[in-house]
Nanobody, 117 residues
């Protein structure tokens, strides 16, 4: 049974930084991709940054160079360094891992990020 666990969220002031960590386990296969998604109150879940096994990283436009994703798909780990945070970044941040065959997403329970004074 696949488990995805993320951590690192918390309360931070505008302009501050946070680092998120994610580790998956229980998979007897290599994930196609892993990445970070977020959902703010009243909004749909949206992708923040993802990485494929060949190390291709895709960032959402709203990152604007503020966030950096790193990790190792083969090692079932990804990280997200978030800088210059704004109140609009406040959301529940989820780690997601994608399997291709058959297609399936595995989700963590989320780690909350609150950007506020």
């Amino acid at each position: 049974q696949v488990q995805v666990v993320e951590s690192g969220g918390g309360l931070v002031q505008p302009g501050g930084s946070l680092s998120l960590s994610c580790a998956a386990s229980g998979n007897d296969f290599r994930f196609y991709s892993m990445g970070w998604y977020r959902q703010a109150p009243g909004k749909q879940r949206e992708a923040v940054a993802t990485m494929t096994g060949d190390k291709k990283i895709t960032y959402a436009d709203f990152v604007k160079g503020r966030f950096i994703l790193s990790g190792d798909i083969a090692g079932n780990t990804v990280f997200l360094q978030m800088n210059s945070l704004t109140p609009e970044d406040t959301a529940l941040y989820y780690c997601g891992a994608r399997k291709l065959f058959p297609p399936q997403m595995f989700w963590g329970q989320g780690t909350p990020v609150t950007v506020s004074t």
